[in-house]
């Protein structure tokens, strides 16, 4: 009987642990499965987009599907904007002035501040931190060690999440230093909407720009040689640990679109598919940036799209040349009658202030629309002082204004004294 009991016991226990470790073996599986979900969450969350398309098929199908191209591109993305680089203005916006998430375009602003305040010849030995950062990325270890200078590439060819949290650890002390040392750039170049919390741009509340402010950072940096150099680089050997990696850049445009010569890639759940190009053809040299598109081709398409619309309308003009030109025809027939009061000189010599860009890009249509609105004072009490402004001219392309410059006196004008007035009535005596 007692052995019986011992058996049914044993068979108990047994029966108990079969379950324990049933329930272990699922609780394992679970966690795994929790780790895998969430892991290929973040992963999902910025793998630069990994579906094939066909960029000479897109371009092709973009030019034969979209109406006359002198309409302005109609858009499938939430967001675009065209910049021209040689005046600093828009071309061309839809929502381009809106706060947004921005994805790994996020990076354009990483590689401005890494650039500005380190050395590329460094060595970084990679941190658990930085080895941990999912998504897109190089494949960096804990104690791996690699240069500033090949992060960078990491950092704009392969898009590399590891390589952003490594160099915003080397240069701002911690990802969170490093972000405010973002904003502070930012604050400095005065883009007064972007906010800046991780150098990666995995979705976090309060990170955010807009297209403007993100062409402006773009063309911002490509005025850095190294940075030009290195969003323009198709394919790039990195060396980690001594070891040789080829790496290719994640911008489907770079050398296969005439004229594209950068800048940056970018996808999360929370921006969608970002793109953000800079495209030269002759003069006609722009950046467009498209934000919120809902697959990889349609933010391909829409980029084409609008490179194709500047460079097939618009022109690059000498706004300058032109500017000089009917100012000094005004000059010729006024500067004469401006009366300056009481002043040793009775003549006054006039200039335009200088421009702040020479060059600018304008539709073919309005090159001849280009005027001026003139507006001058003619009567002038001395002492007049160098440089003092007396009037402005309004740059009018049709009914709108498109700059504003001041006309100033060149030359110092002193009131005349008593010994003045003296010698004006002994010239007076015949």
């Not at 270890?141 to 950092?155: A, E, F, Q, R, S």
């Not at 850049?249 to 950068?262: C, H, I, K, M, R």
């Not at 006054?348 to 421009?355: A, P, V």
Request: aromatic share 6%.
């Amino acid at each position: 009987m007692e052995t019986r009991k011992k058996d049914k016991n044993i068979m108990v226990n047994q029966a108990s642990l079969k379950q324990k470790n049933v329930i272990r073996v699922l609780l394992i599986l679970i966690n795994i499965m929790l780790f895998a979900f969430f892991n290929i969450g973040v992963s999902f969350a910025d793998l630069e987009d990994n579906e094939e398309i066909n960029v000479k098929e897109i371009e092709q199908e973009t030019v034969q599907t979209s109406k006359p191209i002198t309409e302005e591109p109609k858009l499938n993305a939430k967001i675009g904007l065209i910049f021209d680089r040689a005046s600093k203005t828009i071309l061309y916006e839809k929502n381009g002035l809106k706060q947004v998430p921005m994805a790994s375009t996020t990076k354009i602003m990483t590689a401005i501040v890494v650039l500005e305040n380190t050395d590329l010849t460094d060595v970084v030995t990679i941190d658990k931190k930085a080895a941990g950062t999912g998504g897109s990325r190089l494949g960096l270890k804990v104690n791996d060690k690699i240069t500033v200078h090949d992060l960078l590439y990491g950092l704009m060819l392969k898009s590399g999440n590891d390589t952003a949290v490594a160099l915003a650890i080397h240069v701002g002390g911690s990802v969170e230093g490093f972000a405010e040392m973002m904003n502070q750039t930012a604050k400095e170049m005065g883009w007064n909407n972007s906010h800046f919390v991780t150098p990666h741009g995995l979705d976090a509340q309060g990170h955010y720009t807009t297209a403007y402010e993100l062409a402006c950072m773009a063309d911002y940096a490509l005025q850095n040689p190294k940075f030009k150099e290195i969003v323009s680089t198709k394919t790039y050997t990195v060396t980690l640990n001594g070891r040789p990696q080829v790496i290719s850049n994640t911008n489907e445009l770079l050398g296969v679109l005439d004229g594209v010569y950068g800048v940056k890639t970018g996808f999360t759940n929370g921006a969608n598919r970002c793109l953000v190009t800079a495209c030269k053809r002759g003069d006609l040299d722009i950046i467009t940036v498209v934000l919120g598109a809902d697959t990889k081709k349609i933010r391909t398409q829409d980029s084409i799209k609008l490179i194709e619309y500047i460079h097939k309308n618009y022109q690059v003009v000498d706004l300058e040349k032109i500017l000089k030109e009917k100012f000094e025809n005004w000059k010729l027939l006024n500067e004469k009658r401006i009366y300056i009061n009481k002043g040793k000189t009775k003549q006054i010599q006039i200039e335009l202030e200088e421009m702040p860009y020479k060059m600018m890009t304008i539709k073919n249509t309005e090159v001849d629309n280009i005027d001026l609105e003139i507006n001058s004072l003619y009567y002038l009490e001395a002492p007049v002082q160098e440089k003092q402004t007396i009037g402005n001219v309004k740059i009018q392309l049709k009914d709108k204004t498109i700059g504003t410059l001041s006309i100033q006196n060149q030359k110092v004008i002193q009131k005349k004294e008593i010994k003045d007035y003296f010698m004006d009535f002994l010239s007076l005596v015949p």
